[in-house]
């Protein structure tokens, strides 16, 4: 099956095979493996990916220990690199959070017109549009004069960041302060698993826990706003923000630092609980017993 080249690589399965690629490669990104044709990475001429596939020879490029061709890069937001490569147009999820790292990815991969639809559109007020709305289009205003209303004047304000000032005139707006903004009310559960062992005579200090995760419950835009950069989506990528998940946990394994987190945001714990069991027992006097646990901490902000 001869390899697509329609896209502008004009490249075919005897190039690959010259250069010692195969016609279906395994790419490692970041952890996540991958599976694809060799046209659809060569798709974008001068992208990153091309210059790899095309300039280079397969024994050049870095692999991981079973033979995949390795890329430190975001292994969950390459499938979208990847999902743009194959017909050259971006589909994303709803309340899809990740925009500008994913516009970063493209930049990395080299594929300027994808970095050109990840840009806001601006209004003729100079005012970017709300967050959701994103286009590939080259320009913006055609998109305004196809939709019926030619000659007509379109401006955007966004008016999730404006609001009535008491003291102004009914015709005025004045920004609306971060914090009534961002500052909604909800729970948030902090849970995770842990060990610690106790000596046989109970009376000596129990050995420091050793937490393996920490796991964040509750819902999606309250804990990206608390957490930020160091919570883990991976487990639940596609969450809409006014959805709940217990599928995230944080990148480290602090509680101390979690719990800053949350009361720097304005969380108070009203609750917590624990449950402990013996998973390890010798018969042998000397040797202590090993215990697991699972805790939970609940948050509020009022």
């Known amino acids: 099956m001869a390899l697509a080249d329609s896209k502008g690589s004009g490249l075919s ?36 990916l091309w210059h790899m596939f095309t300039q280079k020879k397969a024994k050049e490029l870095a692999r991981d220990s079973k033979g995949r061709y390795f890329l430190d890069r975001d292994g969950f937001l390459f499938r979208y690199i990847l999902d743009y490569l194959r017909d050259l147009k971006l589909v994303l999820p709803d309340y899809f959070p990740e925009r500008s790292r994913l516009q ?11 970095v050109k639809c990840l840009n806001p559109l601006i209004s003729k007020e100079n005012s970017i ?16 004069q196809g ?10 304000i966004d008016m999730s960041r404006v609001a009535l000032s008491p003291a102004s005139s009914p015709g005025s707006i004045a920004p609306t302060p971060q914090s009534l903004e961002t500052r ?55 969450r809409p923000p006014e959805r709940y998940t217990c599928r995230y946990y ?24 624990s449950t402990g069991t013996c998973a390890f027992a010798s018969n042998d006097q000397s040797e202590d017993k090993v215990w697991t646990s699972y805790t939970e901490y609940v948050f509020c902000r009022q």
């Open 147 to 156: 939709m019926g209303g030619a000659g007509i004047s379109v401006a955007t």
């Open 184 to 238: 909604r009310s909800g729970y948030i559960t902090v849970g995770y698993r842990g060990s610690y062992t106790i000596g046989r005579d109970i009376q000596a200090d129990a050995k420091f826990r050793r937490v393996a995760r920490i796991t964040v419950c509750g819902k999606t835009s309250l804990a990206k706003e608390v957490f930020g950069d160091t919570l883990n989506e991976s487990r639940d990528p596609d």
């Open 250 to 273: 944080l990148k480290f394994n602090f509680l101390e630092q979690a719990f800053d987190k949350l009361a720097e945001a304005g969380f108070q714990m009203v609750a917590c609980s």
């Open 13 to 48: 399965s005897g190039d690959a095979g010259a250069l010692g690629f195969p016609e279906i490669v395994e790419l490692n990104v970041g952890g996540q493996v991958y599976v694809t044709r060799y046209g659809t990475l060569v798709a974008v001429r001068d992208s990153l």
């Open 104 to 114: 970063r990815e493209a930049q990395f991969f080299q594929l300027p017109e994808l």
């Open 129 to 144: 549009t709300e967050e959701g709305v994103f286009s590939c289009a080259s320009d913006p205003e055609q998109e305004l």
